[in-house]
């Protein structure tokens, strides 16, 4: 029975791996002979060749630096935000906070493609439209009703005696969140940077809309330019670009797997 389990979590591993395995294979070979014939085969090798013609082809290094920022400014406010209304609403027991709460987390109720037109309207009226500071914003905006939601459910497992406590001993606000409701939160903190640091990064929708210039566009958005631009015979030089894409996320992961699945229990370990 042990040995059916594990041959059944390797075929399931594979079938998984098996898009990431076509993406570095495929990265690797010239484009001037790139073929979909030989797809599921490696033959030659030429991946640090193509990203080094992805980077001076299509302005990738401005989209990265932007999208790094993006995906760090954006979170980091989300989260901290999320996190102050969570207090706010279990903690201080704010008045109407369940209403409070329903207003906050009622940005994510619908689709973002609704949301789109008017948008770019209101993104070109103002001048933020092409504008990093303008996604930082649209990023953060879309980020902070999750982190809001997760937070909430994290304090709610506080006991509120700890408030209380800390309160009879003198402490303010300020500090009761600062130096005990935030320390106590720190795996679901990076729980929540992850995941919408990991949407920010793989948004293709927003870019799209908000953004034009190659110094502002998310990654996402540059390497869906580059398929319409440079397909046929420059498509390793594209799946190239994607392996650099990737890449940051999975390390991410990889670096924060702990924290991250702590921070998925909401408190209950």
């Known amino acids: ?33 790139f073929t979909s014939k030989t797809s599921w085969i490696p033959t030659d090798f030429h991946l640090f060749e193509n990203i080094a013609a992805a980077f001076e082809l299509s ?29 706010a609403i279990v903690a201080l027991r704010l008045k109407h906070g369940f209403t409070w709460f329903v207003v906050i987390f009622g940005g994510s109720v619908f689709p973002l493609q609704m ?29 902070i009703p999750f982190s809001a939601f997760v937070m909430r459910n994290f304090f709610t497992g506080v006991a509120h005696s700890t408030f209380e406590a800390a309160v009879l001993d003198g402490a303010t606000t300020w500090k009761i969140f600062t130096r005990m409701y935030l320390p106590m939160a720190s795996s679901a903190l990076v729980a929540i940077f992850i995941l919408q640091a990991t949407f920010v990064w ?14 502002v566009r998310p990654i996402i958005t540059t390497l869906s330019g580059m398929q319409s631009t440079y397909g046929g015979a420059q498509m ?20 924060t797997q702990k924290f991250f699945s702590k921070g998925l229990a909401l408190g209950q370990y």
Request: aromatic share 8%; charged share 10%; net charge neutral.
């Open 1 to 33: 029975m042990k040995a059916l389990r594990y041959g059944i979590l390797i075929v399931l591993g594979i079938v998984w791996l098996m898009p990431a395995y076509l993406l570095v294979v495929n990265a690797m070979k010239d484009p001037t002979t």
């Open 59 to 87: 302005g990738l290094g401005g989209s990265v630096l932007s999208t790094l920022l993006y995906a760090i400014i954006s979170p980091t406010i989300a989260v901290l935000v999320g996190a102050a209304a969570g207090f």
């Open 115 to 143: 949301i789109l037109l008017p948008l770019f309207d209101a993104y070109s009226r103002t001048g933020m439209f092409d504008t990093r500071v303008g996604m930082v914003i649209i990023y953060t905006v879309i980020s």
């Open 202 to 215: 793989n948004d293709l929708l927003l870019g799209l809309t908000l953004s034009q210039s190659d110094d």
């Open 236 to 255: 390793s030089t594209v799946l190239a670009a994607a392996v650099i894409v990737s890449l940051p996320t999975v390390v991410l992961f990889l670096c």
